[in-house]
């Protein structure tokens, strides 16, 4: 059974840099797909950006383009997220999720549908 372990949320200020890191345990090989998402008090869970099968099938939410960069690490089966300039509208429960479906090119990494394993999340908290 596929496990996600997130780390790397905290306190910081604006302007801040974050990095958050998905452990992949349980799972033999780097085939799946891998997202991020974010969800703020009283707020829909939304995409802020994944990778595909292939580490060169990126998508970022249009309010964090250029703000955030998305790897992988497939011999030690790990994704990371790094966040720079945050803001304080950036404070948000994180999750990963992972995909170990090889889907259409269609089946964008945004589609939050598409992902059958989810991490606990880990808290980023921007202060002004």
């Known amino acids: 059974q596929m496990q996600l372990v997130e780390s790397g949320g905290g306190l910081v200020q604006a302007g801040d840099s974050l990095r958050l890191s998905c452990a992949v345990v349980g799972h033999r090989n780097s085939d799946y797909a891998m997202g991020w998402f974010r969800q703020a008090p009283g707020k829909e869970r939304e995409f802020v950006g994944g990778?595909?099968?292939?580490?060169?099938?990126?998508k970022y939410a249009d309010d964090m383009k250029g703000r955030c960069a998305i790897s992988r690490d497939n011999t030690n089966n790990t994704g990371t997220l790094q966040m720079n300039s945050l803001k304080p509208e950036d404070t948000a429960d994180y999750y990963c999720?992972?995909?170990?479906?090889?889907?259409?090119?269609?089946?964008?990494?945004?589609?939050?549908?598409?992902?059958?394993?989810w991490g606990q999340g880990t808290l980023v908290t921007v202060s002004s």
């Open positions: 999720a992972v995909d170990p479906i090889h889907r259409p090119d269609t089946v964008g990494v945004e589609a939050a549908w598409r992902y059958v394993y």
């Open positions: 990778i595909g099968w292939s580490a060169g099938t990126q």
